[in-house]
């Protein structure tokens, strides 16, 4: 599988505080990829810094995605390059509609006509006609901008979807629909990159990450990691060394 990400040695700073102490993560094409880890481990910090969002700029180390370095690009030009992001806390849109907010995601993917916004949204449980016409914007709730924010992935169709989180906000009997979506962003071509506390994503994922004090410790089966997750670092207080990896 080539890769369409490659970050080697990444370090990153916020208000003098080291977050990022030396990341390497290799992400393959169409590959579903978890980061799990501890809270605090750095997980969302790395998605931002892999955004480029501001405040979020890497002080050592490369970013390579698709074979080219990103590294001095701007939120809205590795956008155009195909990366996204989802936010644990989806944005708010006041005055936006859903469906321009979702056909503007399509944009960059030769648009999306009327009928695939509705599949869009039907995919995420939400009814077209219902939803359509709303504004992206307080008058949605958590879950609901969620499940729109997931919408948008599926008429975007990036190359790579950074998901931060994508149950939280949603109820438990989700899960196993947001599994599905991320099969279904696979299908359609893009590489997911998901941070998550949740074992049943970690399982359908090919690949998983564990990330600890700034590092990612391991990489490997998926299982394999949850379980030395569970074993070794649930367990662990260290908040200065991580586990030595067996
Ligand atoms: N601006 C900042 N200044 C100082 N420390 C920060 C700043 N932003 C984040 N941190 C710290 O960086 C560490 C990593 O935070 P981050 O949110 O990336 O962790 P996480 O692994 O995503 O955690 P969680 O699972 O709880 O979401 C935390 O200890 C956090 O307090």
Redesign the pocket.
Known sequence: MSEILSVKNLVLS??G?K?LRGVNLEVGDREIHSII??????????AYTLMGLQGYEHEEGSLIFNGEDISKLSITERAKKGITLAW?EPARFEGLKVRDYLAIGAKGNGGATEEELKEALRKVDLRPEKYLDREVGEALSGGERKRIELASIITMKPKLAILD?PDSGIDVVSLKEIVNLIQTFKENGSSVLV?T?RKEIAAASDKASL?CEGVILRSGDPLEISEFFKNRCIPCDSRVSPPKAA
């Open positions: 916020r208000d505080k977050i880890g501890a809270n605090g481990a750095g997980k969302s910090t790395l644990q989180e941070i506390h990330m």
